[in-house]
């Protein structure tokens, strides 16, 4: 997944949330499921977009550059963490 936490300055937030873009397709719906998750990096600051579609260019950016990294030793070394049996 990738994750932007914080303000959404693009749509003027009050509160500080977390959006999540899960990136893996699942053949079933998995509502009401127990969803475990660990963020195990950083890829940017957040910052308020021209347009709609530079954000979406932004988060799809973002899905490549986190894809690349989940292929590195350290991280395919999170995926066997009992954390997530």
């Known amino acids: 997944m990738v994750v932007s936490i ?5 749509y003027k937030n009050m509160n500080k949330s ?8 699942f053949k079933e719906d998995f509502y009401k499921e ?8 950083y ?3 957040e910052k308020k977009f021209d ?3 530079s954000l979406i260019s ?3 950016g ?5 894809t690349k990294r ?7 070394k999170i995926k066997e963490d009992n954390f997530f049996q």
């Open 58 to 60: 932004a988060i799809q």
């Open 6 to 10: 914080g303000w959404n300055p693009c």
């Open 34 to 41: 127990i969803l475990k998750v660990a963020i195990v990096g």
């Open 62 to 66: 973002d899905i490549e550059e986190t």
């Open 51 to 53: 347009s709609l579609e």
């Open 18 to 25: 977390m959006e999540t873009c899960i990136m893996h397709t």
């Open 43 to 45: 890829l940017r600051p």
């Open 70 to 76: 989940l292929d590195l030793p350290e991280h395919l």
